[in-house]
């Protein structure tokens, strides 16, 4: 079965980084574009950045742009996100995502940014 597993989340200060990472199994991994979304306390969900299959193309939300980067290594059936100079307001739950024929998600990863 398809699984999609996060790591990497945690409590970090304002203008800290940290790494997500997204393991994938139970597909075909590089022939899928991949996601990575995330949902604060009392809002909707809402998609960070995406990823062509080979990781030619990203796309960012305007609030993330220059500060994360998205990528993947498709021998490892892995998607990244790097979160730098973090703010109050990136505070949520990171999940990643993938489609092939119905939506898959992982479990979720807590980012906490606060002093």
């Known amino acids: 079965q398809v699984q999609l597993v996060e790591s990497g989340g945690g409590w970090v200060q304002p203008g800290g980084s940290l790494r997500l990472s997204c393991a994938a199994s139970?597909?075909?991994?590089?022939?899928?574009?991949m996601k990575w979304f995330r949902q604060a306390p009392g809002k909707e969900r809402e998609v960070v950045a995406t990823?062509?299959?080979?990781?030619?193309?990203?796309t960012y939300r305007d609030s993330v742009k220059g500060r994360f980067t998205i990528s993947r290594d498709n021998a490892k059936n892995a998607v990244y996100l790097q979160m730098n100079s973090l703010k109050p307001e990136d505070t949520a739950v990171y999940s990643c995502?993938?489609?092939?024929?119905?939506?898959?998600w992982g479990q979720g990863t807590q980012v906490t940014v606060s002093s």
């Open positions: 995502n993938t489609r092939r024929g119905r939506d898959y």
């Open positions: 990823i062509t299959s080979d990781g030619d193309t990203t």
């Open positions: 139970g597909l075909t991994f590089s022939t899928l574009a």
